[in-house]
């Protein structure tokens, strides 16, 4: 044990450790190092020893970041159980060595601190329609970004969202993924994502539609003015340098907020994700919603956040199958009804109040 290693020295060691196993590209680690930076600043814990911080600094933590705000709103659950995660994740590899992954930590304190994480509200999935995506075009037609050279914003933001329904990458593989030769574009309709840019560190080829709009989909794509191996999405200044992850977000929203599209009515990234999760899942299967949105075989994600919202046809179907049986039994008939005549509709008339 070391039980008088400043806390400053480990929080050190772990963002280098957790740089060791992350792709050379991964977002992880900066993550890892700017929350455990926030909670040193905010629990003052720079010169403390590791063993001296328990379970009331990472309440008193959590407490103080529910008062920050975030573009004029408060911290949601949602990223501060991202931080509760990073936090536990951390102190327990300083904890005692155990069994299974457990043998991998440290050993440096007897009793690492740990918190539960907090309530998230239920967010049901967005899936926008037909009429959200010809707004957007419309607004898209005066963008002014991406400022790359010979490109069109117009360009650009139509590939960017055509690309994103028919293959529905994640925010990062979408900026990042190459521009293939030609034989790989216009034959085989295939893009191959590195492992660096995928968020579980797999190769993932993505299909560039079938039969009915495959060409079309390339056609456009081709029209992008990048080379093989560059970005295929030219995301960048003028002068070729990449631009932000976030900066993509936020001008997706700002070309919608300035054509006067009111924001429950603005299309985001993950909503065009949600949509395809949704849809495919129920014209085809859960299997193939599964392969679309990056999820692995045997995740849950699709009926948890997907199909448990959207009725199906045969949510409706079954519906219908146990409400015959009521009907089979008369619920519908008083016992002075005469023969069954089939459905009626009844006028309504408000009671009057008394």
């Not at 692995?296 to 409400?323: C, L, V, W």
């Amino acid at each position: 044990m070391q039980p008088d290693m400043l806390f400053s020295d480990f929080c050190r060691m772990y963002v280098a450790a957790v740089r060791l196993v992350s792709g050379p590209h991964s977002a992880h680690p900066a993550n890892v190092a700017a929350t455990l930076d926030r909670f040193t600043r905010y629990t003052r814990s720079q010169q403390r020893p590791l063993s001296s911080l328990t379970a009331f600094d990472m309440l008193s933590y959590v407490t103080a970041r529910k008062t920050d705000l975030y573009r004029g709103r408060a911290v949601k659950n949602v990223t501060l159980n991202n931080e509760i995660r990073t936090l536990n994740a951390a102190f327990g590899k300083a904890g005692p060595k155990g069994r299974g992954r457990a043998r991998e930590n440290w050993n440096l304190i007897v009793s690492p601190p740990y918190m539960h994480e907090l309530p998230e509200p239920e967010i049901q999935p967005v899936v926008i329609t037909e009429q959200q995506l010809k707004a957007f075009l419309e607004a898209a037609a005066d963008a002014k970004c991406p400022r790359a050279e010979v490109c069109d914003p117009l360009l650009f933001w139509r590939a960017a969202v055509l690309l994103e329904l028919s293959t529905s990458m994640r925010r990062r593989a979408l900026i990042h993924v190459p521009r293939p030769d030609d034989h790989a574009l216009l034959a085989l309709r295939e893009l191959t994502l590195p492992s660096d840019f995928d968020k579980n560190g797999r190769v993932l080829v993505y299909p560039i539609g079938g039969d009915e709009h495959g060409p079309q989909i390339v056609e456009l794509l081709s029209r992008l003015p990048t080379r093989p191996g560059e970005r295929l999405l030219p995301w960048s200044h003028p002068g070729g340098r990449p631009m932000s992850l976030n900066h993509f977000s936020h001008t997706l929203k700002m070309i919608q907020r300035r054509a006067g599209i009111a924001e429950g009515a603005r299309i985001r990234l993950k909503d065009m994700r949600s949509t395809v999760g949704t849809l495919v899942a129920d014209e085809f299967s859960d299997a193939v919603a599964k392969k679309k949105l990056g999820h692995g075989p045997k995740t849950n994600t699709i009926q948890i956040h997907y199909k448990s919202y959207r009725p199906s046809e045969k949510d409706r179907q079954a519906s219908d199958f146990m409400a015959a049986m009521a009907f089979r039994a008369g619920i519908d008939r008083g016992p002075d009804d005469g023969p069954d005549d089939g459905p009626q509709i009844i006028p309504f008339s408000p009671r009057t109040a008394v």
